[in-house]
């Protein structure tokens, strides 16, 4: 796999990290993005500044890098509000990083697949893309968009060697749900361990998913053996979208 370069946005940190360390123990070329420069350097990978938002700063930062093999569109965010009281500014930032930035970089980086004739294509998506949560609109407005964006892909693509998938964790242990269990433990004065349990109350197995999971279901997805799974909503979230 040593040939198999590999970006994976939001690298930094969270399930981005832990995707970037399991695919460098199994021997592929990894490098990692983010906006923060001292992150990614605490990081200890090869890395470049990017702005996925950004049509400049992706172009800037493929052309930095190069071609890729592999792309793991992991960067996101999350915001909450009821939807009615989301600003136009809050919609348009998780439209922005949930979906637009899957979009530039999916432009900047399959052509080179295509070149190839071999790619692989992967946005870490959410439960979010195929279920509701209150308070949630703008962020699942536009993961449900980056899963039919991974679908139209994998269509479009099915001849050309690269495919496309989404990974969908359900609520999983990064900074991101530690911020959530702070929200509600501020506006509700619930203890964390309260809050954890409202947010994992529809995952059966009652627990947060660990980000080496995810890493897992994308170390599969990039298998040789895994070369018909094209257009794949995969969920990593203990059943709970089966529950």
């Known amino acids: ?58 172009n800037s930062a493929f052309a930095q ?4 093999d592999i792309l793991i569109n992991n960067a996101g965010n999350v915001k909450t509000a009821p939807l009615l009281k ?12 949930n979906l637009t930035g899957a979009f530039l970089c999916a432009k900047a980086a399959i052509p080179h697949m295509v070149d190839k004739g071999w790619g692989r294509f992967i946005v870490i998506a959410s439960t979010s893309s195929v279920k509701a949560y209150p308070y949630t609109g703008a962020y699942a407005s536009a993961k449900h968009g980056v899963l ?39 506006k509700t004065g619930r203890s964390p361990e309260e809050a954890l349990k ?22 599969w997805l990039l298998d040789d053996r895994s070369a018909s799974m094209n257009g794949v909503m995969l969920p990593v979230d203990g059943g709970e979208l089966i529950s």
Request: hydrophobic share 40%; aromatic share 2%.
């Open 86 to 97: 989301t600003s136009l500014s809050d919609w348009s930032d998780m439209l922005n990083v």
């Open 198 to 219: 409202a947010l994992v109350k529809d995952n059966p197995m009652k627990r947060a998913i660990d980000p080496s999971e995810i890493a897992h279901a994308v170390a």
């Open 148 to 186: 039919g964006l991974v679908k139209t892909l994998a269509l479009e693509l099915a001849k050309t060697g690269v495919t496309s998938n989404a990974v969908c964790p359900g609520f999983t242990q990064t900074d991101i749900l530690s911020r959530s269990v702070d929200n509600i433990v501020d």
């Open 1 to 58: 796999m040593k040939s198999k370069r590999v970006l994976i946005t939001g690298g930094g940190s969270g399930i981005g990290l832990a995707t970037a360390k399991r695919l460098r123990d199994d021997g592929y070329d990894v490098v990692i993005s983010g906006r923060s420069k001292a992150r990614l350097d605490r990081a200890g990978f090869e890395s470049v500044v990017m702005d996925v938002t950004d049509e400049a700063s992706v």
């Open 65 to 68: 890098i190069g071609g890729v």
